[in-house]
């Protein structure tokens, strides 16, 4: 899932402080460019956490008439987040998992010297249709 974000951004004395009101979350930066990447990384991260917790992702509120109230000094703009690839970038944890194939083929397998894991992650990339670089 795809979205862009609204976030506003507040100049506090030697950082930028952003709160993104979609989520009712803050984050901040000691560089314009920082805090942009921080929204990102907060919003994605935040973005991953909902679903792994099993909850719907809040939609961006896309609606720029309700940011009226930004105030003088505030900044307000859109991030864009890639949900997916967030999750490629960021969740590359490994995880065991048991499987069971039949006898033979395994002892051929290991007389081959065949990664098991390696194997099936290429496997699984293959049938998910997911690029071979993630």
């Known amino acids: 899932m795809k979205g862009a974000y609204p ?18 979350i803050n ?9 942009i990447e921080m929204a990102r990384d907060a919003i994605g991260l935040m973005g991953i ?5 099993g909850k719907e992702i809040p939609k ?9 109230d930004i105030k003088e000094g ?12 967030y999750r490629k970038k960021h969740d590359n ?6 499987c069971t194939i039949p006898y033979y083929l395994a002892a051929q397998a290991e007389k081959e010297n065949i ?5 099936l992650k290429e496997a699984l990339l293959k049938r998910l249709n997911i690029a071979q670089n993630a």
């Open 60 to 68: 961006p509120s896309l609606r720029i008439d309700c940011y009226t």
């Open 93 to 98: 944890r490994l995880v065991k998992k048991n």
């Open 7 to 24: 976030i506003v951004i507040t100049q506090d004395d030697d950082c930028f402080l952003v709160y993104i009101p979609d989520f009712d």
């Open 27 to 35: 984050t901040e930066s000691d560089s314009l460019e920082g805090a």
């Open 74 to 85: 505030e900044l307000f703009s859109l991030v864009d987040v890639d949900f997916d690839e």
């Open 115 to 119: 990664n098991f894991s390696a194997l």
């Open 49 to 53: 956490t909902f679903e792994d917790d």
